[in-house]
């Protein structure tokens, strides 16, 4: 797949709300998976959401269920990553990611792990989101 353009990074205050997108040049593949994975600085990556492209299944890290939500735009070849009442711990470079169907569940299990880990098709070049006061 085409080469993924990450969106809507920024700084915002505990409480507050932020939505990245990620956009690809071609078309969305069914039975494919779209995901986010967020990495701290001096820390390895942890798994965040994942979405189904095949029957728009969802999945979410315990971390963020409730408060994150993850949505494709097929006409528009985005997926949006909308975060809600964000928390000083959700400071990361956040990275939209394409992988195969089969690990879009177990990818928003990991944590800690390298980026190789993921064994993704492509990766984003990153957003950045920090959260203060």
């Known amino acids: 797949q085409s080469h993924l353009v990450e969106s809507g990074g920024g700084s915002v205050e505990p409480g507050g709300s932020l939505r990245l997108s990620c956009t690809m040049p071609?078309?969305?593949?069914?039975?494919?998976?779209i995901g986010w994975i967020r990495q701290a600085p001096g820390k390895e990556r942890d798994g965040v959401a994942s979405i189904y492209t095949g029957d728009y299944t969802t999945y979410y890290a315990d971390s963020v269920k409730g408060r994150f939500i993850i949505s494709l735009d097929n006409a528009l070849n985005t997926v949006y990553l909308t975060m809600n009442n964000l928390k000083p711990e959700d400071t990361a470079t956040y990275y939209c990611a394409s992988m195969s169907f089969h690990k879009c569940a177990r990818m928003t299990t990991m944590r800690g792990e390298p980026a190789d880990a993921y064994a993704v098709d492509y990766w984003g070049i990153g957003a950045l989101v920090t959260i203060s006061s």
């Open positions: 071609g078309f969305i593949y069914d039975r494919n998976c």
